[in-house]
């Protein structure tokens, strides 16, 4: 069973060495102390409140349905319960005030977020939301958890990751994806799927960035020129391509670029520095 899920395979994709460091030797970075909530805890906030709230609103035709005071309660009551629910151990250091400016600034951020679902064209119903699925790859058994699953009325669907700064979707191709994540969804699910997508959950740019099968899936989002069903079988080779190296213990220090490297804490372990460099012979026969 491999430890790590995405993160694994995002792992082995960025340096094998860091897969074989992070998820067979375990060598985790210490956690950096933080006053208050952390980056984690609003994240897990944040999810919680959206994933309250589509509890009450079910589907697209619900949303556009409810009057303004109406939505307007059903947002403030999600945040309420997320951050009562959810806030981890930094809960119990919220003061009034902290827990006032929090609650007003995530109802703004969801507020902003719904009408931006409101865009979308096809009816779709939420099915499932931080939810764990299993999936094989090259004899490796992952696991990973996705943030939202919606189906649409043809019973597609469309398979949506939260961020708060969401990179482009070129992070999911090529032969070492930098994030993988969203993809293992589509590999995993087993179903035809319309449309993967970021969610970005940001104020000054709230969008949905991803692919579609065809135009009017996601707001803004064109079709794509492989289908869907291509692209999944594409994701699926290098997905697996990457479980056969981390299972068959592929552990070279070979990262990816520069950048693999600025985002590691591994250097005085790895000792990148002194190993020797990558040809174009070692990726043919990797």
Known sequence: EGRGGASLLRDQAQCPFRAFALHRLRAEEFPEVEIGLSAQDRGVILHAAIRFCWDVLKDLATLRAAETGRLTLIIRTAVKRALTECGGESKELFDARVREVEQQRLERLLQLWLDVEKEREANFTVTGSERTVNVELGGLKLKTQYDR????????LVLIDYKSNAPSPSAWD??????????????????????LAFAQLKRAEPRFKGVAEQAGILPKIKAGEATMAERVEDWARVLEKLAVEHKGGWAAVAPKSAQSCANCHLPALCRVEEAPPRTEDDDAGS
């Not at 699953?149 to 597609?156: K, Q, S, Y």
């Not at 090529?174 to 449309?195: I, M, N, S, T, W």
């Open 149 to 156: 699953r919606d189906e649409l009325d043809d019973g597609r």
């Open 174 to 195: 090529g032969e070492r994806p930098d994030e993988p994540q969203v993809p293992l969804y589509a590999v995993a699910a087993k179903r035809p799927v319309a449309a």
